[in-house]
């Protein structure tokens, strides 16, 4: 996952590791690093990178075109960090 300032750049993992909950924390993390009152996250649509949309979705991104935007006080799943510490 690449964060520069409050934008998702890239966010790529393996497709066996995709569904096992992996992909939630990391982004989470990346939201919890970034420190701003919104994120957006970067996506140029092709067929193979319809599980990061989703991702967003259920994030609560909404679309605005190539970028998709996050007001992380209103993120349904931020509420799951706390008391969670992740580890580098």
Wanted: with cysteine; aromatic share 4%; net charge negative.
């Amino acid at each position: 996952c690449l964060l520069r300032g409050a934008v998702v750049e890239l966010f790529v993992m393996s497709c066996r590791v995709i569904g096992l909950g992996v992909e939630h924390a990391l982004l989470r993390a990346a939201i919890r690093d970034s420190g701003a009152p919104a994120v957006q996250g970067r996506i140029i649509a092709t067929d193979r990178n319809l599980p990061v949309r989703n991702l967003f979705r259920e994030h609560g991104f909404e679309e605005e075109g190539e970028l998709w935007r996050l007001e992380t006080t209103r993120s349904p799943v931020l509420p799951m960090l706390e008391g969670v510490q992740i580890t580098e």
